[in-house]
């Protein structure tokens, strides 16, 4: 059912918080992430810039936990509403989308519950 991109193989998934509805990140899925997230109940992504598969939380620790899959009115992106451990985004905050922009500036404003230098080996955005 799901309308995978025919070039990259690709879906987009949407990570939000099951509990609060916050949206924490947004990744990508090829038809093997999608089953191992599946089989496991646990959110499996697809990175674009390492070409393979990550289970996010097995460097952190901060997993997402799946506990239902939506997907969109053309099948061509999934939403999982997932119990976050931690931090979602790879800088440290619960939602990746920390930052708002305000008369012409971008300001932070979400508190960082994670020191990215001590969870990641790097801080690199793999999505």
């Known amino acids: ?7 990259s193989g690709l ?13 924490l990140m947004v990744a990508w899925m090829n038809a ?22 990550w289970r996010k939380g097995d ?5 997402q936990r799946v506990m239902e899959i939506r997907v969109d009115c053309d099948a061509d992106c999934v939403l999982l509403k ?4 931690g931090a979602a985004c790879h800088e440290g905050y619960r939602s990746c989308f920390f ?6 500036t971008w300001r932070v404003v979400e508190t960082r519950v994670a020191d ?4 990641y080996r790097s801080s690199r955005d793999d999505t």
């Open 59 to 63: 460097e952190s620790g901060h997993i």
């Open 99 to 104: 930052r708002v922009y305000e008369n012409g």
């Open 1 to 7: 059912m799901l309308n995978f991109d025919p070039i």
């Open 11 to 23: 879906i987009a998934a949407v990570a939000q918080d099951a509990d609060t509805g916050q949206v």
């Open 116 to 119: 990215p230098g001590h969870v």
């Open 32 to 53: 093997e992430a999608f089953e191992e997230t599946l089989r496991s109940g646990y959110a499996t992504y697809y990175s674009r810039s390492r070409r393979k598969l």
């Open 82 to 85: 997932v119990l976050q451990t």
